[in-house]
């Protein structure tokens, strides 16, 4: 079976959704920025998007190197088979090679993050360096936005994941998840249905299964597109604010240490001064960029606010216990983030 030559003619009736992928493939790639990739690699789970994916890949790039990674979890009976079918089909579909990479799922977080974390770990790693297109569809994005909201994790959360963020790219983002499967019927393949995808142990497919039909219907349609919509215009926002902050925590930096001459690396103390002037909107950005710089993880907003507090709400109070063993405190007009225990308790200070 080649997929990928006999579909040169996919604009024709009868391919309509085989052409809608490769043409936000083409133009994804298009817009990407400069310089041209050497390779590319495609993550294949089996399913409909990630199969649409690759063909659409292999057919728009056939100048460069296309390979297809599929991550074995190993969490269910037969996932192995499973991998190695996938494998089998992107080759079909027209990928150059194809690699099944066994992972081993286990961590913090559930099962879940767990498989999350372990999946991305593998694929940045076989990459090398290449960059990595996901089957993410708009559906996809709106479920992101609605979990993003029922945490109540603010703008950056609810912006939903970037068409671009390096290895990363995720070129389907603006089409609905019933193009790819369509795509995969007009190629004559049968994708892999996933059964955690239809267990509704996870928040996720009840989001699919539940919250997003009952929005359809009680808001008239359309409510995966305005999602993906108030996603897109939340990341200009979103973009331009982390740009202030990194500008103010620059700033901080140069001002706690004024005789560095601008250098800030090794630097890990900022000017409370510069921090104060600034609008808590950007202070807290700058402060969450600061903390996770200096290794601290898994921050939330009540940390944040915390830390934000020795700033804006000075009253002489002690240090922040942070995750990771960190505690951030203030003393003599500076904040400064180090492990417990490690001296970071305050000194008397009035500025």
């Known amino acids: 079976m080649d997929p990928a030559g006999s579909l040169t003619a996919s604009g024709r009736s009868g391919f309509h959704a085989v052409a809608a992928v490769r043409k936000a493939v083409r133009e994804f790639l298009a817009a990407m920025p400069e310089p041209v990739p050497a390779s590319l690699c ?23 190197p296309v390979t297809a990674l599929v991550v074995d979890h190993g969490l269910q009976a037969g996932s192995d088979e499973v991998a190695e079918k996938a494998a089998a089909t992107a080759r079909d579909l027209g990928a150059g090679a194809a690699r099944v990479l066994p992972v081993s799922v286990s961590g913090p977080g559930g099962p879940e993050a767990a498989a999350r974390r372990a999946r991305y770990t593998a694929l940045r790693e076989a990459s090398g360096g290449a960059p990595v297109l996901l089957g993410h569809t708009r559906d996809d994005q ?28 995720r070129p389907l983002l603006g089409l609905p998840r019933a193009t790819t499967r369509d795509a995969c019927d007009e190629l004559g393949i049968t994708p892999w249905q996933d059964p955690h995808n239809a267990d509704s ?11 997003l039909p009952m929005l359809e219907d009680v808001l008239g349609g359309g409510v995966a597109g305005a999602l993906a ?9 979103v973009d331009v604010l982390d740009d202030l902050a990194e500008e103010l925590l620059g700033r901080a930096l140069a001002d706690a240490y004024p005789d560095a001459g601008g250098e800030s690396e090794g630097m890990s103390e900022l000017s409370v001064a510069s921090l104060g002037a600034a609008p808590a909107a950007l202070r807290r950005r700058a402060l969450r960029s600061w903390l996770l710089g200096a290794g601290v993880r898994e921050l939330t907003d009540a940390h944040l606010r915390s830390v934000d507090a020795l700033v804006a709400d000075w009253r002489g109070q002690g240090g922040v216990w942070l995750p990771g063993d960190f505690e951030a405190g203030r003393a003599r007009g500076k904040l400064r983030v180090r492990p417990a225990g490690a001296g970071t308790s305050t000194t008397p200070d009035h500025r």
């Open 142 to 169: 709106a479920e992101t936005v609605l979990l993003g909201l029922g945490r109540g994790s603010g703008p950056r959360s609810i912006a939903g994941m970037r068409p671009h963020d390096p290895p990363w790219a």
């Open 42 to 64: 495609v993550a294949v789970s089996g399913g409909a998007d990630s199969l649409a994916l690759a063909e659409a890949a292999a057919y728009t790039c056939r100048s460069l």
């Open 201 to 211: 142990r996870y928040r996720r497919v009840r989001i699919r299964d539940e919250a």
């Open 229 to 237: 919509r108030t996603a897109a215009q939340l990341r200009d926002d």
